[in-house]
């Protein structure tokens, strides 16, 4: 069992709702990142997702588009992803890290090349926006030799063909995009997540982490009564734009507020259901 496995299968024997937060690598500036994902764990992360700046982020909204932006005028590429991750694994074994990013880079480096320098730093899973399960194959195979999980995105419009796929292709979790659009958009319709998160237990066998339009304590704390995991992205990346100019501690206390917000929204949810 994977490390992320294990740790979602130890939230779930305690009732627990796993809290995973996203952050870009490199934003606002490469220095911030280590400390950033120390902070999180401190705060409450159960998993950290850890974006790679792309120039064409096409399933990320504005906030994170800008985010992504500010890690590429610092030139931050996929091996200094891994360098970071390598560095937070000196003083954290424990909390599993997801490389969330899209194909381009991975395909540059090469399914084999990319699944050994992974695995080598410590990360755990890799989340690529573009590949579809059924075109994984290489991918796939690559991961699994070393370890690593395959988490797939899945959302309101994906037709049970897909989930087939998802199941047979993916492990970890099944990250569910909660509302049509990209990262930060409109509103959550709880009621209809409620019904395709319903939906879709009848058919994946992994966890499911529910991300987008996660904004506040409010809607952390409807997720984690419907899913196995609540993820949250934009509303902290928004943050660190807009302390980004203050310095890091600035950011630090924003993020660790804002994460001790979800944290007892998720913990409030638990102790309900």
Do not use: C, W
């Not at 220095?31 to 982020?57: Q, R, W, Y």
């Not at 047979?168 to 997540?193: A, C, M, Q, R």
């Amino acid at each position: 069992m994977s490390r992320i496995q294990n740790t979602l299968a130890n939230l779930k024997d305690n009732g627990k709702t796993a809290l995973i937060p996203y952050i870009t690598a490199g934003d606002p500036e490469p220095n911030a990142t280590i400390d950033l994902m120390h902070l999180l764990v401190e705060k409450g992360a159960d998993i950290i997702e850890l974006g790679v700046p792309f120039s064409d982020p096409m399933a990320d909204g504005p906030v994170i588009q800008k985010a992504v932006e500010r890690a590429l005028e610092h030139n931050v590429s996929l091996d200094d992803v891994l360098e970071f991750i390598r560095v937070f694994r000196e003083k954290d074994e424990k909390t599993p890290v997801v490389i969330m990013g899209y194909l381009n880079p991975i395909e540059a480096m090469g399914y084999e090349a990319f699944a050994n320098a992974a695995s080598s730093v410590g990360a755990d899973a890799v989340l690529t926006v573009d590949m579809p399960p059924e075109e994984s194959f290489g991918y796939k195979e690559a991961l699994e030799a070393k370890g690593l999980d395959r988490v797939f995105l899945v959302s309101p419009t994906t037709p049970e063909g897909r989930l087939q796929a998802v199941n047979e292709k993916g492990s970890g979790f099944v990250y569910y995009v909660s509302l049509k659009g990209v990262t930060g958009s409109k509103e959550l319709d709880v009621n209809d997540v409620a019904n395709q998160v319903a939906r879709l237990k009848q058919s994946l066998k992994h966890p499911v982490g529910i991300g987008f339009g996660i904004k506040d304590g409010e809607t952390a704390y409807e997720m984690a009564k419907l899913g196995d995991a609540v993820i949250v992205g934009s509303s902290l990346v928004t943050l660190i734009e807009a302390n980004a100019t203050k310095g890091l501690y600035d950011i630090h206390l924003a993020i660790g507020e804002k994460m001790a917000e979800f944290r007892h929204a998720i913990d409030r949810a638990d102790a309900e259901n």
